[in-house]
């Protein structure tokens, strides 16, 4: 198990002020290891919230947080944070777990993160995160590139100041960034929102890379066409509550439940449907994007 | 973070916040003048002082300020008055020895001085906690406007002023949001804001001015841009969306600001002795 979530409450804002405001209720979440899980949902409705949980930069209001063996809760106001494999010390301190080492675990990436570059030059920026977790210059040089050079960012750009970079190549950089931490779980907040459809294409492509290496991905996307092609799991929420979890096949299959929400399946998906009923054999199982709704079509087409 | 808001305006509805913020800030600024003022020897200053206290006590009772955030304002700054408690001890050396420390006489003056600047902050802080805390930025921003009209006859760009002043503030949550934002992202690249040395806490504000300054360059050029595509023309003649109107009401508080500060400084010009004139009524 990678992470679970126990009955999860977060509220903005001090609690009883009018500032206040619920951002997630009653989350009820298990996220299995080697995962390419996809949050969606309409803006708002606390997807940014729930994945800040996994990294620990925001702690439950209420309830647990469970990230491999990292336990987050807040009782009485204070914040708790428990490695679980030392459950056996007594001493409550010594069970505790350094908030930096759960950072390291599961590598987040904002939204927009192309607005945390600072550095110098590009490279510098993709190195400052190995520094910070302890790494040597040498070494978090020889990651940094390789990041880079995952993301599409090529050796002339190394020495570039990061400010003078177009929007995309900004977005790569501070991706690499977080790619640089080499992190078990990463963690995508809208990565691809606002990028040509040939970068994100590019950028999917990696992280599902990343994921065919053994790591997790967790993507909050709004684009039902990426969801279908890379995402083994959904997870829908609403107002701040996880409507439904499972397969994207499921989901885009389940009219009722589409009806209820403002999830519009993908046309490729639509379009699959629609032949069915026409009376193709197709499996849908199988349809992932266009070429490979054309290659069940040819299989249909033969078979008959 | 994001509470962080200028002076904390707070969301009430008492006759103080619906007063013209005209005559507010005239308000602070009469009470920011009268409070450092000398009404003659001491004991006449203590009683003025505290007559002033309990004006401005009064008001923030009305007005359900909060005396905790006054109060929040002074523990920022203890360490100063310490400090000037500890020149004062060392160096007023004039009157009456009050008590030594080992072979050091500390002279009722000392303290007396110390005891003015103490109170002056005390009323200088409750003054502008009242007037900001009861005073929307907009309004106070237009007050401002209004008080600096004179300054149009001398070519003075006044309202270009209180444009760019009510746009900072503005500003001001959206850029605490970014901060939260910055802060939060950086800390998924494992730097610690709150804890760790001094090169590390360097590294942490680092990483987060600069985004900051980047973002905001940004913006301020894109408002500018908009500011343009709209058509703004900052020279032209603006109009307001909230009209405050001059009626009676507004007259009359003036009227007794102005009194209340004429008496006041009467006062303090002829350093009227009236404590002893009232005590050698009663003999
Ligand atoms: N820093 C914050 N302070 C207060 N409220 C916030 C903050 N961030 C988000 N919210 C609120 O929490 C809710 C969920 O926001 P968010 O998690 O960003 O949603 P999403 O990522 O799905 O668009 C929204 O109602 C939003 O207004
Ligand atoms: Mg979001």
Redesign the pocket.
């Known amino acids: 198990m990678l992470g679970k979530f126990t009955s999860v409450n977060y509220v903005?804002?001090k609690e009883g002020t009018a500032?206040a405001?619920s951002?997630?209720s009653d989350i009820n979440l298990t996220i299995d290891d080697h995962v390419f899980l996809a949050l969606v949902?309409?803006?708002?409705?606390?997807?940014?919230?729930?994945v800040?949980h996994l990294n620990g930069l925001l702690l439950p209001t209420s309830g647990t947080v469970q990230v491999s063996h990292y336990l987050l809760k807040t009782e009485k106001k204070k914040k708790y944070y428990i490695d679980l494999d030392k459950e056996q010390g007594k001493h409550p301190k010594r069970k505790q777990f350094k908030v930096k080492d759960l950072r390291k675990f599961a590598g987040l990436v904002f939204?927009f993160p192309e607005y945390q570059l600072f550095e110098e030059t590009v490279l510098k920026d993709v190195m400052f995160g190995p520094l910070n977790f302890g790494m040597e210059e040498k070494k978090a040089e020889a990651i940094a590139k390789a990041a880079l050079k995952l993301v599409g960012i090529g050796e002339s750009y190394y020495s570039r100041s990061p400010f003078e970079l177009s929007g995309g190549e900004k977005r790569r950089v501070a991706i690499a960034g977080i790619i640089a931490l080499e992190p078990k779980v990463l963690v995508l907040?809208?990565p691809t929102a606002g990028l040509d459809p040939k970068g994100e294409k590019e950028m999917m492509e990696l992280f599902d890379k990343i994921y065919q290496s053994g790591k997790s991905i967790i993507l909050?996307s709004h684009n039902m066409d990426l969801v279908l092609k890379y995402a083994h799991e959904v997870c829908v929420?609403n107002k701040?509550k996880l409507l439904k979890v499972s397969s994207p096949l499921e989901i885009f299959q389940d009219e009722e439940f589409l009806s209820s929400t403002a999830i519009e399946p993908p046309l490729v998906f639509k379009t699959a449907l629609e032949l069915k009923k026409a009376g193709l054999d197709l499996n849908l199982d199988n349809i992932k994007d266009i070429p490979s709704l054309a290659e069940e079509i040819r299989k249909a087409k033969k078979n008959d | 973070m994001?509470s962080i808001t200028l002076g904390k305006f707070s969301l009430k509805n008492t006759c103080i916040h619906r007063l013209d913020p005209r005559l507010k800030v005239l308000g602070m600024l009469m009470f920011l003048v009268i409070i450092f003022l000398s009404y003659g020897v001491t004991r006449q200053n203590y009683l003025m002082y505290g007559f002033f206290f309990v004006i401005l006590l009064i008001l923030m009772i009305i007005s359900r300020t909060s005396f905790l955030q006054v109060f929040k304002s002074l523990k920022a700054l203890w360490f100063m008055m310490l400090l000037l408690l500890v020149i004062n001890a060392l160096t007023v050396k004039s009157g009456e020895v009050w008590f030594y420390i080992y072979q050091l006489d500390i002279h009722y003056e000392a303290i007396l001085r110390w005891g003015y600047i103490v109170i002056r902050l005390i009323l200088m802080i409750m003054t502008t906690t009242l007037l900001t805390s009861t005073t929307k930025p907009m309004e106070l921003t237009f007050a401002l406007e209004w008080l600096l009209t004179p300054l149009k006859y001398i070519k003075v760009p006044v309202h270009i002023i209180a444009m760019t002043l009510s746009l900072a503030l503005r500003f001001i949550p959206t850029l605490a949001?970014e901060a939260?934002?910055i802060m939060r992202a950086q800390a998924s690249r494992g730097i610690d804001f709150r804890e760790g040395k001094f090169k590390e806490k360097f590294k942490a504000v680092i990483s987060l001015i600069i985004p900051l300054f980047v973002s905001s360059l940004l913006r301020s050029g894109e408002l500018a841009d908009a500011l343009e595509a709209r058509g703004y023309d900052p020279l032209g003649k603006r109009t307001k969306y909230r009209k405050h109107k001059w009626n009676y009401k507004t007259t009359l508080g003036l009227l007794i600001i102005a009194i209340f500060l004429t008496g006041i400084i009467l006062l303090a010009v002829y350093q009227f002795d009236f404590i002893g004139m009232i005590m050698g009524l009663m003999k």
């Open positions: 903005y804002g500032l405001s951002a997630l949902g309409e803006t708002g409705s606390g997807k940014s919230t729930l800040q939204q907040d809208e909050v929420m701040g | 994001t949001e939260d934002r």
